[in-house]
């Protein structure tokens, strides 16, 4: 596997279940990040792990949580999703040295999620 | 506050033609820039970025891109459109003191035969 890795790529489920999202990063990384995309709205960044500091967006609903055990892996966790939570989950990951970095975030292919 | 806005939701250009997407953007110091293409049901791919140095950057598939300070524009430009560049593009920018990406809405590409 080369890149940023995702799974599920789809995903459908009720409001009362509890799922989780995955994502790997095979490119030697330190930061790593939680994407929204809702069609013709800018990408909403949930949250960011960056230099084993986690930064997170305060309107994001409790209901996502994300975990991130090592500098490779990172989940989001849900549970009790809204229809309106329905959205492609993008996760990203680049190599951060300090307020001053510049490099590109790398993506995955994303996670469809339909809640019903 | 941080921002970027692409005027346009959808370009159409036909093939063989010049196509510029647009992009504009409201920080309050100096800006790092980046233009993203997604491909239907892919993530992000990143096609160039401006740090500082010469205000035209080139990048991938024959991509490159215009930095006005002046004007706060970033924009991207082709000088022969393919079939193969319809996609949707994605400006972004991030203040030299914050790693965080502020984006744009997207621009759909519609390149016809």
């Known amino acids: 596997e080369t890149g940023v890795t995702q799974t599920p790529r789809h995903l459908v489920m009720g409001m009362t279940n509890k799922k989780s999202l995955k994502c790997e990063q095979h490119?030697?990384?330190?930061?790593m990040y939680w994407y929204k995309q809702s069609a013709k709205k800018p990408l909403e960044l949930m949250f960011v792990?960056?230099?084993?500091?986690?930064?997170e967006n305060n309107s994001v609903p409790s209901r996502f949580s994300p975990e991130c055990p090592n500098s490779s892996h990172l989940f989001l966790h849900l549970h009790t999703l809204q229809p309106e939570d329905s959205a492609l989950y993008l996760c990203?990951?680049?190599?951060?040295?300090?307020?001053?970095?510049?490099?590109?975030?790398?993506f995955g292919p994303g996670t469809r999620l339909t809640v019903l | 506050a941080q921002s970027v806005a692409q005027p346009e939701d959808q370009v159409n250009v036909a093939e063989g033609n010049p196509l510029t997407v647009k992009c504009t953007y409201s920080?309050?110091?100096?800006?790092?820039l980046f233009w993203y293409v997604q491909y239907p049901n892919r993530g992000l791919q990143f096609l160039l970025k401006?740090?500082?140095?010469d205000n035209l950057v080139k990048g991938s598939y024959g991509f490159e891109a215009e930095f006005n300070k002046s004007q706060t524009s970033f924009h991207l430009k082709k000088p022969s459109a393919l079939v193969s560049d319809s996609a949707l593009y994605f400006c972004?920018?991030?203040?030299?003191?914050?790693?965080?990406?502020?984006w744009g809405a997207g621009t759909k590409l519609i390149i016809k035969p």
């Open positions: 920080v309050s110091g100096n800006p790092y």
């Open positions: 972004a920018v991030r203040e030299v003191s914050n790693y965080q990406l502020i």
């Open positions: 792990y960056s230099l084993e500091e986690r930064v």
């Open positions: 490119l030697g990384h330190n930061a």
């Open positions: 401006y740090i500082t140095g």
């Open positions: 990203a990951s680049s190599q951060e040295s300090g307020g001053s970095s510049y490099n590109e975030q790398f």
